[in-house]
């Protein structure tokens, strides 16, 4: 008896495409445009066949590694080969010289706050202590006495009544 259900349309020749697009930074939805199937295909896949999954997984990890280089390159700055071409008299006249691109400030922020969060993270941790460095004491203060305390307050800054007031 046959399963019920529609074949599938994976065959285990898609790896190595897969591979290569997702080396190229293909997603899973490019993936599906692709080979012309729903994004739940490349999904059930991915489940059901473990040499997909890892061909799209050494892809991306392919495709992520130039990424991290490419943002190194733009945090710290770099040098290349390039050449100028110049009409000289009808002629082309082909000139090599070097370029330098700068280091990029946003880049070199991002790799830090990735690379070395606890360093480098936006949000600062404020620890509070108590007297001398030490524990935060708490006393059991009666409602009275903290609605005391309150309007106190206020009356020290001219907002309201004295604490005396409170019954």
Known sequence: MMPAGRP???????????????????????????FGVEIRSIK?????????????????EAADDRVVDSLYHRAVGYTFEAVK???ANGAPLVVPYREHVPPDTTAAIFWLKNRRPEEFR??????????????????????????????ALMAKSGGGPSGDDVE
């Open 85 to 87: 071409i110049f009409n």
């Open 122 to 151: 936006d949000k600062s941790v404020q620890e509070i202590t108590g007297k001398d460095g030490g524990a935060v004491e708490f006393a059991d203060v009666s409602d009275r006495e903290r609605a005391k305390a309150l309007l």
């Open 44 to 60: 059930r896949w991915k489940n059901k066949h473990e040499e997909f999954r890892a061909a799209l997984k050494l892809g991306k």
């Open 8 to 34: 599938t349309d994976y065959n285990p020749s898609f790896c190595d495409e897969a591979r290569a697009l997702c080396e190229g930074g293909a997603t899973d939805v490019e993936l599906a445009d692709h």
